[in-house]
């Protein structure tokens, strides 16, 4: 019995961050009150302070959510330019530069 518990705690603190995301998307922070976060999700201001204390606790509570689902592409992505941009360096032609036009060691000095 407390696994199901557990399970709608989360699941009503999911609701209210995907609420307060919506509408501080819609509206700004500013714009969006918490009853109106409740409002969406169907549940009373006890469970928004339950979950996060307060509207900036919600909106932490957005920006760590959306930062653990893009960190993993993010991440990705720099790990592929890192890579590209060494690839770039092994097959430069010690002889020319940046532009492809040759140079010999003379013209370094």
Same mark, same amino acid.
């Given at each position: 019995?407390?696994?199901?518990?557990?399970?709608?705690?989360?699941? +009503?603190?999911?609701?209210?961050?995907?609420?307060?995301?919506?509408?501080?998307? =819609?509206?700004? @922070? %500013?714009? $969006?009150?918490?009853?109106?976060?409740?409002?969406?999700?169907?549940?009373?201001? +006890?469970?928004?302070?339950?979950?996060?204390?307060?509207?900036?606790?919600?909106? =932490?509570?957005? @920006? %760590?959510? $959306?930062?653990?689902?893009?960190?993993?592409?993010?991440?990705?992505?720099?790990? +592929?330019?890192?890579?590209?941009?060494?690839?770039?360096?092994?097959?430069?032609?010690?002889?020319?530069?940046?532009?492809?036009?040759?140079?010999?060691?003379?013209?370094?000095?």
């Amino acid at each position: 019995m407390p696994r199901q518990k557990t399970a709608a705690i989360a699941s +009503s603190r999911d609701r209210l961050r995907e609420a307060a995301n919506i509408l501080f998307a =819609e509206r700004g @922070f %500013e714009a $969006t009150t918490t009853p109106a976060i409740c409002r969406l999700v169907g549940t009373n201001q +006890s469970q928004l302070i339950k979950h996060f204390t307060d509207k900036q606790g919600i909106l =932490e509570a957005v @920006f %760590e959510h $959306t930062w653990e689902q893009i960190n993993p592409a993010v991440q990705l992505a720099t790990k +592929s330019i890192v890579a590209r941009k060494g690839q770039a360096e092994d097959h430069k032609d010690p002889g020319r530069d940046s532009k492809g036009v040759g140079c010999s060691r003379r013209d370094e000095a």
